[in-house]
Nanobody, 124 residues
Framework: QVQLVESGGGLVQAGGSLRLSCTAS????????MAWFRQAPGKEREFVAA????????YYADSVKGRFTISRDNAKNTVYLQMNSLKPEDTAVYYC?????????????????WGQGTQVTVSS
């Protein structure tokens, strides 16, 4: 089993920054893909960014490319999402997720483990 715990959400003005953290525990993570998803009210959960645990390869949704950065600290079993130049449309609950393997996937159904989510609100 894998447990994921997110933190770092909050309220920020448009143009501001936030950093989300996701700390993992349980099984070892040498061959996992870690990802961030988000879900706004009334909308489906959507892919934001992903990173391979071992090699640190990254992949981003077009909507956040150039503004968000995903990274990981293997020693702390933690994945980060640095969010800059935030927009009101970035407002959502952000979820950390994990799946076995080393291939990226943008579908929520392909991820086995999920955190509880953290709210990000961007005011205009």
């Amino acid at each position: 089993q894998v447990q994921l715990v997110e933190s770092g959400g909050g309220l920020v003005q448009a143009g501001g920054s936030l950093r989300l953290s996701c700390t993992a525990s349980g099984r070892t993570f040498s061959s996992y893909v870690m990802a961030w998803f988000r879900q706004a009210p009334g909308k489906e959960r959507e892919f934001v960014a992903a990173i391979t645990w071992s090699a640190g390869r990254t992949y981003y949704a077009d909507s956040v490319k150039g503004r968000f950065t995903i990274s990981r600290d293997n020693a702390k079993n933690t994945v980060y999402l640095q969010m800059n130049s935030l927009k009101p449309e970035d407002t959502a609950v952000y979820y950390c997720a994990a799946r076995d393997g080393s291939y990226f996937n943008t579908l929520p159904s392909q991820y086995t483990y999920w955190g509880q989510g953290t709210q990000v609100t961007v005011s205009s």
